[in-house]
């Protein structure tokens, strides 16, 4: 069944999801979590769906929508397409039921997925990378099930899938013992937030539900904006949150989630780094950039949620499928997000000493080079070099740029969006 519901009729499905999930889905953590309850001035629990199987809460969607379907539709196999999580959750729900599937997923997709992918699935699955986005795999998985006969088990655009991951917030109120009075939900395609916001606007009316997208990626918001859902310029599109990276929100999702009334506002991808590192640093959770989506947005340096102090927030921490080579990126994108790091493009004299110079001039005391390399090297009298430079807080930034005005050298600042920033960091 595709389209949308709500009310009565959504609870069930909801509950039928449920039962079908009982002892295949793992009864994930509710956990009190100190460091955002402090920041925040309220009672922040994590659900942890980083824990669930597949390390995504993906699963319980693509189970519960495969689960429905009969003999005939079961022998002509089923796809979908992926940027990751997803496709645990549909490779393990194959191999659950004995039913052939084919994933396709972008190239972008991290090594450390695609291997979950083919472990989960084993020989009941095929993968396949097409496509550099989503929605390019997505666009290449429709066409395999209109050529095929196979049956599309979308990431977020059945009401199959979203009762499938409405399970995550039933689970959250029994596991407290009544509703929340906050729940923040990481966004991509919307179907967690269309699933979770219709339930609790069915059950629970008064607990709040915001919707979190990365600033580089804010489908959900155009759609609200426009009324329908629209295609995102690829030009300022960022990938970088890959699991909540979708250029268009879906027909099914959306209007559930205008219809609820949910709150859906960005944060930046700098800050999602931050919560990453803070995650990692302080609670000892790997969290994917989606996964970490909603704990940013609960952070004092994250965006106005007008919370309530002493108020029971529940965070879904979606994900944990993080590969470890991204943590450079990581580490870079959060220095930048503090203020922390900075870019500049020095003309150096070719003479002896001018490095020298330019460190015993311009840097101060907890200042350092963090990155350098001559953009171009010829026989001119003077050459440029890119060189980054972290400093020890924010408040050093005006400094230095003071110390730069006041040298000889010709520097310039380069701005992250910036097409010299883009080419050149």
């Known amino acids: 069944m595709t389209g949308t519901t709500g009310g009565t009729a959504f609870e069930k499905q909801v509950l039928e999801a449920a039962?079908?999930?009982t002892g295949i889905?793992?009864?994930t953590p509710l956990q009190y979590n100190p460091r955002l309850s402090a920041d925040s001035g309220t009672?922040?629990?994590?659900?942890r769906e980083d824990l669930q199987v597949g390390r995504s809460y993906k699963l319980r969607g693509a189970?519960?929508?495969i689960s429905q379907l009969d003999d005939e539709a079961r022998a002509a196999g089923v796809v979908c397409a992926s940027a990751g999580n997803h496709a645990q959750g549909f490779a393990?729900?194959?191999?659950?039921?004995?039913?052939?599937?084919r994933v396709i997923i972008p190239s972008t997709t991290p090594r450390q997925k695609r291997e979950r992918i083919a472990a989960l699935g084993g020989d009941m699955i095929d993968l396949v990378l097409q496509g550099d986005t989503y929605d390019e795999a997505s666009a290449a998985a429709g066409a395999y099930a209109a050529e095929t006969g196979?049956?599309?088990v979308p990431a977020f655009d059945d009401s199959r899938t979203v009762a499938g991951q409405a399970t995550v917030i039933a689970e959250v109120v029994e596991q407290l013992g009544h509703a929340p009075d906050v729940v923040v939900v990481p966004v991509g395609g919307g179907g967690l937030l269309a699933g979770t916001a219709t339930w609790l606007a069915a059950t629970y009316p008064r607990t709040r539900v915001i919707g979190v997208e990365p600033a580089g990626a804010r489908n959900v918001a155009a759609a609200l904006h426009a009324g329908s859902p629209v295609v995102l310029d690829e030009d300022g599109f960022d990938r970088f949150v890959d699991g909540a990276a979708v250029r268009k929100a879906?027909?099914?999702t959306f209007p559930l989630i205008r219809r609820s009334g949910a709150q859906v506002l960005a944060v930046d991808e700098g800050l999602v780094c931050t919560e990453m590192l803070a995650l990692y640093q302080t609670e000892g959770i790997i969290a994917e950039p989606a996964g970490a989506l909603a704990g940013a947005a609960v952070r004092s340096d994250g965006p106005e949620l007008d919370l309530v102090a002493g108020e029971t927030v529940v965070v879904i921490l979606s994900g944990g499928n993080n590969d470890v080579s991204r943590y450079a990126e990581v580490i870079e994108r959060s220095l930048r997000f503090q203020g922390l790091k900075h870019y500049f493009l020095v003309e150096f004299p070719q003479e002896p000493g001018a490095l020298r110079r330019f460190l015993d001039e311009v840097l101060g005391p907890d200042d350092d080079v963090a990155r350098f390399e001559y953009v171009k090297r010829d026989n001119r009298e003077s050459g440029p070099a890119l060189v980054g430079i972290e400093i020890g807080r924010?408040?050093?930034?005006?400094p230095l740029l003071e110390r730069m005005a006041r040298t000889p050298l010709q520097i310039e600042v380069l701005e992250p969006g910036s097409p010299a920033f883009r080419f050149l960091v």
Not at 43 to 47: A, I, Q
Not at 394 to 398: I, N
């Open 394 to 398: 924010r408040e050093d930034y005006e």
């Open 25 to 27: 889905a793992e009864l």
């Open 43 to 47: 009672n922040v629990w994590f659900k």
């Open 92 to 101: 393990f729900a194959c191999r659950a039921h004995g039913v052939r599937g």
């Open 19 to 21: 039962e079908r999930l």
């Open 250 to 252: 879906g027909a099914v």
């Open 63 to 65: 189970y519960n929508l």
């Open 150 to 152: 196979a049956t599309l």
